[in-house]
């Protein structure tokens, strides 16, 4: 089976961009990858307040249930209030989920 990839889109608050960059800097890529969501790049655009990265999945069920148990982490509840206190740090988030395709195979 292919494996899945999950872009993942974060609207920053107004203001919040540096203190989000923050928060993946020292605490969610670590808690991402203990929770089996393997990130595999991360860009922002600062014009547009952005801030986007992929995941690796081994299926879209998999990254439900990883996602699941990501959410309902101790430790990252107690990041998640303490670096919201003050308003949220993501506005809004999308998320797509692609699969690779090989062009040369049409």
């Known amino acids: 089976m292919n494996p899945v990839y ?3 889109t974060y609207h920053a608050g107004p203001g919040k961009m540096d203190a989000l ?3 993946f800097a020292h605490h969610s890529d670590a808690l991402l990858q203990r929770h089996q969501l ?3 790049a991360y860009w922002m655009d600062y014009p547009k307040n952005l801030l986007i990265y992929i995941i690796e999945h081994a ?3 998999a990254a439900e ?3 699941s148990e990501f959410r309902n982490d101790p430790e990252w ?3 998640k209030a303490e670096t919201d206190a003050d308003g949220p740090l993501a506005a809004t988030i999308d ?3 692609m699969e690779k395709v090989d062009l040369s195979r049409y």
Do not use: C, Y
Request: no cysteine; net charge positive.
């Open 59 to 61: 299926s879209v069920e």
């Open 65 to 67: 249930r990883n996602w």
């Open 77 to 79: 509840q107690k990041i």
């Open 21 to 23: 960059l923050s928060r």
């Open 95 to 97: 998320r797509n989920f």
């Open 6 to 8: 999950e872009m993942r």
């Open 38 to 40: 393997k990130p595999i």
